[in-house]
Each structure stands twice: as structure tokens, then as C-alpha cells.
């Protein structure tokens, strides 16, 4: 498993096609390849073709738009106060059935959907709890709009990366023009570390927070996952990877693991949840408390 972060060449030539598996059939992690379609029958992570490309498109115009550095660390405050809701982790992922992420072009499934595809997929090892923080979008947690919650997330605070999906909205962006952040490097220093970025604000920052602050017992390397699962300029085109430091490597390697099960496993065969819900109910225990502070 590769753990390099040094980018491509943006006009890489896609690789031959070969047989794949069907995106909709759930298989088990000893059988699990990637497939070459999603669920639409398009490639995956495609934004110029699909049935979604225009409500997807929007979503990261308004996104690039609006996620500033000042409003990242205001939004930050106001959510570390954790008083939106007392909750069992069960709890938050039966909440999922109300929301669909607008900015996902390879699934308009309910996301409790997603969340257990992903886990059944990696066959039970581990549910990694990245997608719950989507509740975002509820009443009770703020009714965030979907481009403060969902899609891929970068740092603010620095010059916006061109690996950045639907890049030329950031151009609207008032920090585009701010010297202070518009630098390559902005605010932040090379190799500071990722912990040490401020985050365009969503689930994923959220959940992180929401876990380390009730004391979960995942594994550093899960908590790594939660918090930029979804930064796939870095993970997948090696964007602000003057960033990184040595820690942040070693915790690469699982975020590159778990994003072949998170990304490809999307589909339109749904997961029995009550058949499953036993075994993360049992597993959930394991490693968090039975009530959380949200």
C-alpha cells in the first residue's frame, strides 16, 4: 500500500478497462475489488458526467464560496460547546436515514446506507464512525447548510489548491485575494502538521471532535480517518502536502486502507439494518460510551 503524497500529473491517462465487479452487489472485504462504475453506471468521482453533476456542482460553488478562514474558526467555537444533544452512537447513525449528501456524485441513498456499505464492506473489522457528523443538515443540530457539512474538505487559511474539485469558485472566495492567506503556505508554516490546519468546516471535523472530547478509545490512526477522510485533494492528489509531518504519515497508510471501502462500496443494494444492528451495537461498546455529547 503506497503512502506517497507527491502529486500526479494532472493529465494522467486513465488506466486500460478491465472486467469489474458490479457496483451494486455488497460483497465481503476477501472479495472486495474496486469497481470501474458507481451505482449511476458512470465512473466514480466523476464531476462533468452524471445524473447528480448539476446539484453537485452547486453544492461546491456555494462551498468554495463561503468557507473562509474567519468563518471556519467561528462555526469551530460554536460547535466545540457540544450542547446540541446527548445521544448513543446507534442513535446518531438511525438519524442518517434522513439525510443525502448533495455533494456525492456516486450515491443519492440515505447515508446510514453508505455507513454500514463501507463497514459491511471492510467485513466488520472496525465501523469507523466518519459520515455521522452529517446530522449536521437536522433541526436539532443547527439545520447546517449541506455545503458546511458535506464534500471534500481542504484547509483554509492558505492558497486554495487547483487539485480541488470545481477549483474556479474559489476565486469568490474573500480570502482569494487576502495576502494573508493567499500565499502557498498562508497562515501555517511547512511541515506543521495537519493537526495544526484549520479545516474547511463538515462532518468530518465535527465527528472527530464529538469522539475525542467524549473519550473514545479508537486507535489514533481512526480518529486520523474520521478528520480527513473526505480531504481528498491530499489523499488522492497529494495537494498541501508541505503540511504533512512524520505522524501524518504513518496515519496515511489507514486513510489510504479505508478509503477503497468508503468510496467504492457505494451502491444501490441496501444493508438489512436491523439484521446488523446487534454486532455495531456490540462493537460500538467497545469504544465509546453508551451517551455522547453532541
Known amino acids: 500500500m503506497t ?3 507527491e502529486k500526479p500529473n494532472v493529465t494522467q491517462a486513465k488506466s486500460a478497462e478491465q472486467a469489474q465487479p458490479d457496483a451494486n452487489k455488497l ?20 464531476y462533468e458526467v452524471g445524473a447528480r453533476t448539476d446539484k453537485v456542482e452547486q453544492h461546491y460553488k456555494a462551498s468554495h464560496i463561503n468557507q473562509t478562514y474567519d468563518f471556519v474558526k467561528k462555526i469551530r467555537e460554536e460547535y466545540k460547546k457540544l450542547n446540541k444533544a446527548e445521544m448513543g452512537i446507534w442513535e446518531c447513525c438511525e438519524l442518517l436515514n434522513e439525510v443525502v449528501d448533495d455533494s456525492d456524485p456516486d ?5 446510514i446506507q453508505h455507513l454500514l456499505q463501507s463497514a459491511e464492506a471492510i467485513e466488520k473489522t472496525i465501523l469507523m464512525k466518519t459520515d455521522l457528523g452529517k446530522i449536521l443538515v437536522l433541526p436539532k443540530f443547527g439545520e447546517l447548510p449541506q455545503w458546511a457539512v458535506v464534500g471534500d474538505t481542504f484547509p483554509v ?3 486554495f489548491d487547483e487539485f480541488n474539485v470545481h477549483y474556479k469558485y474559489f476565486k469568490e472566495n474573500p480570502d482569494f485575494k487576502n495576502p494573508k492567506y493567499n500565499t502557498n503556505n498562508g497562515v501555517y508554516s511547512e511541515g506543521c502538521g495537519l493537526d495544526n490546519l484549520l479545516m474547511s468546516w463538515g462532518h468530518d471535523d465535527y465527528m472527530y471532535m464529538v469522539a475525542k472530547e467524549n473519550g473514545t478509545t479508537l486507535p489514533q490512526a481512526g480518529l486520523f ?4 477522510h473526505s480531504f481528498y485533494p491530499l489523499h488522492k492528489h497529494g495537494a498541501y502536502a508541505q503540511f504533512i509531518n512524520e505522524e501524518d504519515k504513518k496515519n496515511m497508510k ?6 477503497k471501502y468508503d468510496l467504492y462500496s457505494k451502491s444501490k443494494a441496501h444493508v438489512d439494518v436491523e439484521k446488523v444492528k446487534p454486532y455495531y451495537e456490540s462493537l460500538i461498546a467497545k469504544y465509546f460510551p453508551a451517551k455522547l455529547k453532541w
Do not use: K
Request: include cysteine; charged fraction near 15%; hydrophobic fraction near 40%.
Open 107 to 111: 450515491l443519492d441513498e440515505p447515508q
Open 157 to 159: 487559511g492558505c492558497a
Open 27 to 46: 460483497v465481503s472485504n476477501d472479495q472486495f475489488t474496486v469497481p470501474q462504475n458507481n451505482a449511476f453506471g458512470n465512473t466514480f468521482r466523476d
Open 254 to 259: 489507514w486513510l489510504h486502507v479505508f478509503n
Open 225 to 228: 480517518i474520521i478528520r480527513y
Open 3 to 5: 503512502v506517497s503524497v
